[in-house]
């Protein structure tokens, strides 16, 4: 898959997704090696009004949404693939007035659970602000929303 045909699949994925919409999150850069998304820093995202620092559920929201989405840079084709765990440790605070990014990657994908990880960072990659860890049910090419497939596992009912 192009790196431009993932970028609109990536695109077209954080559409329909309302939070995000409110959020302004935006696709940064897609490509088979992972997907990077933007936090754009508003007033509406900040924690704490005396020094500006972004709200830690904000920066939550974009961090399973980046390693949510990053499953359309390894699936063929679309998925619902809906978070099962996440777990993101915060290193430090993100700086106000700044824009922060998402960065995550799936380094395991099996037929029942796409494994994830990744940082949000701002101005340096090197100097994340979170790490995260997440892993994402496959539930199969055209589920829609309340009819998933029934599980690969024999004894295990849906």
């Given at each position: 898959?192009?790196?431009?045909?993932?970028?609109?699949?990536?695109?077209?994925?954080?559409?329909?997704?309302?939070?995000?919409?409110?959020?302004?999150?935006?696709?940064?850069?897609?490509?088979?090696?992972?997907?990077t998304l933007r936090l754009p820093y508003s007033p509406q995202i900040v924690g704490d009004p005396e020094s500006g620092v972004i709200h830690g559920g904000a920066i939550t929201t974009l961090m399973d949404t980046?390693?949510?989405?990053?499953?359309?840079?390894?699936?063929?084709?679309?998925?619902?693939?809906?978070?099962?765990?996440?777990?993101?440790?915060?290193?430090?605070?993100?700086e106000p007035n700044k824009d922060v990014f998402g960065f995550a990657e799936c380094y395991r994908v099996t037929p029942n659970i796409i494994f994830t990880r990744g940082y949000a960072y701002q101005d340096d990659p090197a100097q994340p602000i979170a790490h995260v860890v997440g892993t994402f049910m496959r539930m199969g090419k055209g589920t829609t929303a309340g009819k998933p497939r029934k599980p690969d596992i024999q004894g295990v009912g849906a």
């Open positions: 898959m192009s790196n431009t045909f993932l970028l609109e699949k990536a695109q077209r994925f954080l559409t329909v997704l309302r939070h995000c919409q409110v959020l302004g999150l935006q696709v940064h850069d897609a490509s088979p090696q992972g997907l980046t390693c949510g989405i990053s499953t359309v840079c390894v699936l063929a084709e679309f998925e619902v693939c809906p978070t099962l765990d996440l777990r993101i440790d915060y290193m430090h605070p993100a």
